[in-house]
Each structure stands twice: as C-alpha cells, then as structure tokens.
C-alpha cells in the first residue's frame, strides 16, 4: 500500500529534491543534474522561454554564469520577433495545450536588458531600452503587450510588471 502524496512534502535547495514525509524520512531524493551548455523549460525538451532570464535576479545562478549566454542565444534566436521585442515562449510548439499566437510580452523585453546590462552587453540594452520606452502611450503608461504591425498596446494598460521591469532595466542602465 503507498502512502498519500499529501503526507510529504518536497523540499529544495535547487541542486537536491528530497521527498520527505510527515515523519522526517527521506523516501526518494533526486539529485538534479547540471551539466548542461544551457537552460531549457524543461528537462525533457529544448524550448526556452523568457521566464529563464529571471534565474540570475533569483539567484539561482549569477548574471555572468557561462550558461547564461548560451541561454540568451537561444532566446534571442527562438522568441524574439521582427519588432525586436520578446515573446514569452513559442507558442507553436504547444507545450501549453493553448492555441493561437501571442503579442511580445513588455516585461521579457525589460528582462532581456536587464541581463544585457549585467553581462556587459550595454549598447544592446540602451537601444532596447529607448525601442521599449518609445511604446509608452501619451501619459507614459505601458500595457502588457505591444503589437508591432498596429503599434498598439495589448493587453492590460497599465500593466504594474512592465513598469516594474522598466525600473530594474534603468537600474542596470545606471551602473
């Protein structure tokens, strides 16, 4: 007979997964693996999404690990649209059971100059940056979304994130 799942609990330290139950025992332990060039959604495919920029401001590694560019590449290569802004992850490959396309995200875009400034790339984050702030609308508010063949704002105006990762780009634009 197996005990219920919801007498454990899964404890982390992002290197070690260990399945402890409500008496203290230690009943399966995964011990993660990190030899890997760079990040991916998920162990078992090789989509990235813009979510991996926020694995340095986390902490989980630094913002110049090695994994890190490797990372940006393929998220530059796979999510970034013809306008130059980042989609949140590629919603053809139908990971998320969702149908249909989405605008680029604000927020990714703010991510990516963000990683930009702390791994040196700082002329790709100023222009970046001054491509994103120019979406503003007349009352200097961002939405959620940018449709790039309308350059128009989707989705939710104001949008409390993008204005949030516009600050910690700034932050990282001022040294």
Known sequence: MSTPRENYALLSDLRT????SRHGSIDWLCVLRFKIRSFAQAYDNEEVDASLLQL???GFVEYDDPRMPATVAKIERDLKGDAGLLHRYR????????????YPFLICSF????QYTRSGRTGDA???TARLVGLANDLGLLSEEH???????TGNVPQAF???????????LRG
């Open 147 to 153: 449709d790039p063949p309308t350059n128009r704002l």
């Open 56 to 58: 340095p401001h986390t």
């Open 17 to 20: 997964g260990p399945l402890v």
């Open 91 to 102: 919603t053809g490959s139908g990971l998320d059971g969702l149908t249909g396309a989405e």
């Open 126 to 128: 100023r222009s970046l």
């Open 162 to 172: 993008s204005h949030l990762g516009l600050i910690r780009a700034a932050d990282g």
């Open 111 to 114: 991510r990516l100059i963000e």
